[in-house]
């Protein structure tokens, strides 16, 4: 059953001078399973969507139900923030993974068992259960941070600019794990990076300025975006193959990696 | 300009510096990249005396970043942009980040004021002077704090991961604007871990676990990197490479050579 | 919070930064040695200079509802402690002195937290910093050196606050009740370590600029106008009055 959003509005500091409003009669519905992609600048909306839908405020109008009920965080949805490596601070990272589970009504030895398969999902050693998070790289405690998430077994993760601040090594790693995590956990990935929202996303939604601009999938994005004028904002090999199709040739435009790119220009021209 | 002579440096945590021979001449491109933790921040906060070599020295226009006494007339000819657009600001609105960096040079308020509005339209962003700087954003706080810099008119300004924490139409704008400065004299050091900034530089030097690993002009060391599976290159000469092309670093150029070969299957 | 800028172009805003520093700090001690009939009058006073700085009377008494809960402990340590005349029957330690003198120290604060909203609403960080550095130029490097922190702390201070926010979402999302001691370390230590980090950064992008002990802000300058001396003999009028009277 998917998130459903219906008319949201969402203003803050409503009645003040700074008054401002984030969202604008946003309607949308996420199905479950996969990657949904959410692309946007700052001031899109974006983050405030994340934060709503995550149930982690009330929307001013509008109403959001995931399955049916309302979004609550920890239970049917999980966020994960932006530099989430921030928000550690027990002594040790199981005290930590162990506080988001305390409160679920389960017993020490199941506890430790989610802890544990949710580390291994994302790839870590189970040895950093007892090391401080100051002792621990950034990569690393993002990780932690996102097994940390996982073991609240949410249906829906929010994962916000999950690979900032990431050289592209550790950002590959983390794509990879989310590729692998979306089978079981349907993730909406927030980014303002298109490479990646190419390579993982089975549908996407572009907001801008509190409304959504686009929805669909990312060969109709591309397609979207050259009639928008907005060709120069695509990633590179994209920019190349919309190169390529205005000397006539015959190329998709919308590939997402190096490879198909590649097949694309052989099936065209002789190097 | 810029040297660094047989840098050591340690930090507590352990991550180390060791061995690093850079020169920087004047308006010279010189790109700097390594992954995460490689020392390439370190390098940029040696160079403006932010932090002290435990071995060897760093010299600005020939004074050691070791000379406390100096350490002004270094930070006059080395400005220094940091990654985060948010944790740099100064002052409340746009023309008053500017100031600051002004009033501590000691200009006269007219020059002051004809360096703002010069810059501020240089880079496009006249019409945000009287803004205040939370409003904006993220690429606009960037390109205030690429102003607030430049107006200082240094030798050189150094770049810490200019663009990484930017949206991406200003992404581009910025790029195109450091190119620019470059263009009109002022040496340029640009750290990064996306090898897609760097294809501009005259030079580019990678560091790795505190090393010096390759350097040479980027096409050299992309072809290097390439080869020896290390780091990312730009996506225009990975896509080059793999067609068998020649080395190209921008999408005209791919384009082009693309656009003069036969067509078939 | 006692409340934010607003940028706005009423008579109150048009006045000098540094005399409305000054007339604040006038105030206060006008404030804090007021009779209780002069203490109504400064209550109305302030109740038609809100409007007049374009802060409505609704948002100026939202100013003290953070601070409820002091004035409830002020209150009843004055009813409580205070000898006298018993209030009730069954209250023996309860006097209407209590409740008399507690009633006008609350009032002092109230009055003292609705004069410093006004002063926060209608002058800018810049004005305030402006006002600061005037002040303490006297005292020489040391004096502009202080200005300076303060008036990049000023900045800081929304950004706390966001800070705050944010926390107090991500803390929330990773499952953390944020009540009792464990809440408040949850928020606290990722505070203080956020913090930390950004004023090393800041810090580094001042001194990237050249900044050095004894720098002086000189490109804005401010001159006062008959508005400030106006206000100026207003205050003096009020001053004498009140004690005088």
């Not at chain 1, 009645?15 to 700052?42: C, H, N, Q, S, Y």
């Not at chain 2, 390098?43 to 002290?52: H, M, P, T």
Request: glycine residues 8%; aromatic residues 8%; contains cysteine.
């Amino acid at each position: 059953m998917p998130v459903t959003i219906r008319h949201l509005t969402h203003i803050y500091d409503v009645d003040t001078p700074w008054e401002i409003k984030a969202l604008d009669r946003i309607d949308l519905i996420i199905m479950e399973g996969g990657v949904f992609g959410l692309v946007g600048e700052m001031g899109s909306g974006k983050s405030t969507l994340a934060t709503l839908v995550a149930g982690l405020e009330n929307p001013t109008y509008g109403k959001i139900t995931i399955d049916g009920n309302s979004p609550r965080p920890g239970v049917n949805v999980g966020i994960l923030f932006q530099q989430p490596e921030d928000f550690f601070f027990e002594k040790t990272l199981f005290r930590d993974m162990v506080s988001v589970l305390k409160n679920k009504g389960l017993t020490q030895e199941e506890i430790k068992l989610q802890i544990h398969s949710s580390l291994d999902m994302v790839g870590l050693d189970h040895q950093i259960l007892d090391m401080s998070p100051i002792h621990l790289n950034r990569g690393t405690l993002r990780l932690a941070a996102f097994a940390s998430v996982l073991a609240m077994r949410p249906k829906y993760l929010i994962l916000d600019e999950p690979t900032a601040s990431l050289d592209p090594h550790s950002r590959n790693k983390v794509i990879e794990i989310i590729n692998k995590v979306s089978k079981d956990v349907t993730i909406i990935y927030i980014s303002h990076r298109l490479q990646e929202i190419a390579a993982i996303s089975d549908h996407m939604a572009v907001m801008e300025q509190g409304r959504i601009a686009f929805t669909g999938i990312w060969q109709d994005y591309v397609r979207w975006a050259v009639e928008q004028n907005k060709a120069g904002d695509l990633p590179v090999l994209n920019q190349v193959m919309i190169g390529l199709q205005h000397q006539g040739l015959d190329v998709d435009p919308a590939v997402n990696s190096l490879e198909l790119a590649v097949e694309q220009v052989l099936r065209v021209k002789v190097p | 300009m810029i040297e660094l002579d047989n840098i050591y440096f340690a930090y507590p945590s352990g991550k180390v510096l060791d061995g690093i021979h850079l020169k920087v001449n004047k308006g010279e491109y010189v790109g700097l990249m390594g992954q995460n933790g490689s020392g390439k921040t370190t390098l940029a906060r040696l160079i403006n005396g932010l932090l002290l070599p435990t071995r060897g020295a760093v010299r600005v226009n020939g004074i050691s970043t070791l000379d406390r006494t100096r350490l002004l007339e270094i930070r006059r000819s080395v400005g220094l942009v940091f990654q985060n657009p948010d944790a740099q600001a100064v002052g409340e609105t746009v023309e008053e980040d500017l100031v600051f960096g002004l009033e501590n040079l000691g200009l006269p308020i007219s020059e002051i004021d004809r360096r703002i509005t010069e810059y501020l339209n240089l880079l496009g962003i006249l019409e945000l002077r009287n803004r205040n700087i939370r409003t904006l954003s993220g690429g606009q706080k960037q390109l205030v704090n690429f102003a607030a810099v430049m107006v200082m008119q240094p030798d050189c300004i150094i770049l810490d991961e200019p663009v990484s924490m930017v949206d991406a139409r200003h992404r581009k704008i910025v790029l195109q604007h450091i190119v620019q400065l470059n263009r009109n004299g002022t040496a340029v050091v640009h750290i990064t871990h996306d090898p897609e900034e760097l294809v501009e530089c005259q030079k580019i030097i990678v560091i790795s676990e505190g090393k010096i690993a390759v350097q040479g002009t980027p096409v050299e060391v992309f072809g290097q990197l390439l080869n020896e599976r290390m780091l990312e290159v730009p996506t225009v000469f990975a896509l080059s490479k793999q067609l068998g092309l020649s080395p190209n670093l921008t999408i005209p150029g791919l384009l082009e050579e693309l656009c003069q070969l036969p067509s078939g299957t | 919070m006692i409340g934010k800028y607003v940028h706005g172009s009423s008579s109150i805003h048009k006045l000098d930064p540094r005399t409305k520093l000054v007339l604040m700090l006038g105030m206060s001690l006008v404030i804090y040695g007021a009779s209780p009939a002069a203490l109504l009058f400064l209550l109305v006073f302030v109740l038609l200079l809100s409007p007049a700085s374009g802060m409505p009377v609704k948002r100026l008494l939202g100013s003290l509802r953070p601070v409820l809960l002091l004035f409830g402990i002020i209150l009843l340590m004055h009813v409580l402690f205070t000898p006298g005349a018993p209030l009730l029957e069954n209250l023996p330690f309860a006097t209407v002195e209590g409740v008399w003198t507690g009633g006008i120290q609350v009032l002092r604060f109230i009055l003292l937290i609705m004069y410093t909203s006004i002063l926060i609403h209608t002058t800018s960080p810049s004005g305030l910093n402006y006002a600061l550095m005037y002040f303490f130029r006297p005292l020489g490097t040391f004096g502009t050196d202080i200005a300076f922190m303060t008036g990049v702390a000023m900045t800081l201070i929304p950004d706390l606050f966001r800070e705050i926010t944010i926390l107090k979402k991500a803390q929330t999302a990773r499952g953390y009740r944020l009540r009792g001691i464990k809440g408040f370390t949850a928020l606290v230590v990722p505070l203080l370590n956020r913090s930390f980090h950004r004023v090393d950064k800041l810090s580094d992008a001042l001194e990237s600029r050249c900044f050095h002990s004894g720098r002086r802000n000189y490109y804005y300058s401010r001159v006062l106008s008959g508005k400030d001396f106006f206000a100026g003999v207003v205050f003096v009028i009020i001053f004498i009055s009140i004690f005088m009277v």
